[in-house]
């Protein structure tokens, strides 16, 4: 019988068949490992998506859409060349989303904000 070894240490398993980590140390490491190669780069894109999200939803507050100067969010950082996905509308109209939360730029520098349904 092939005996297991840990995925990070190569020390010999004891346990369960399907065990790969020696350890919950182990574990721990070799998952991080398995994300740092996530660059800085894209770590600040996902924090900008996060803050984009955030001011979305804080000027939508408890309504359903609500119509906001684009100047204001702007001057609260967010940034509407970064989003998550776009959505066109039967009639053309396209909204940006920054994952639920999605905007439409509108004339004279306004924004219309919107939480998207279960329908879309």
């Not at 019988?1 to 346990?15: F, I, V």
């Not at 182990?26 to 894109?45: F, G, I, K, P």
């Not at 100047?71 to 989003?83: E, I, M, S, V």
Request: glycine share 4%; net charge positive; hydrophobic share 30%.
């Amino acid at each position: 019988m092939e005996c297991n070894k840990c995925l990070l240490c190569d020390k010999p398993l004891k346990g369960r068949a399907d065990k790969k980590y020696c350890d919950e140390q182990c574990r721990n490491q070799y998952n991080n490992s398995l994300n740092s190669d996530v660059s800085a780069e894209m770590r600040a894109t996902q924090n900008i998506l996060r803050k984009n999200r955030r001011i979305l939803e804080e000027h939508l507050a408890e309504h359903d859409k609500v119509k906001k100067s684009l100047r204001r969010l702007t001057d609260a950082g967010f940034k509407p060349d970064y989003l998550t996905h776009l959505y066109t509308t039967k009639t053309g109209s396209q909204y940006r989303y920054c994952f639920e939360f999605g905007f439409m730029l509108l004339e004279d520098e306004m924004i219309l904000i919107v939480k998207k349904s279960h329908g879309h």
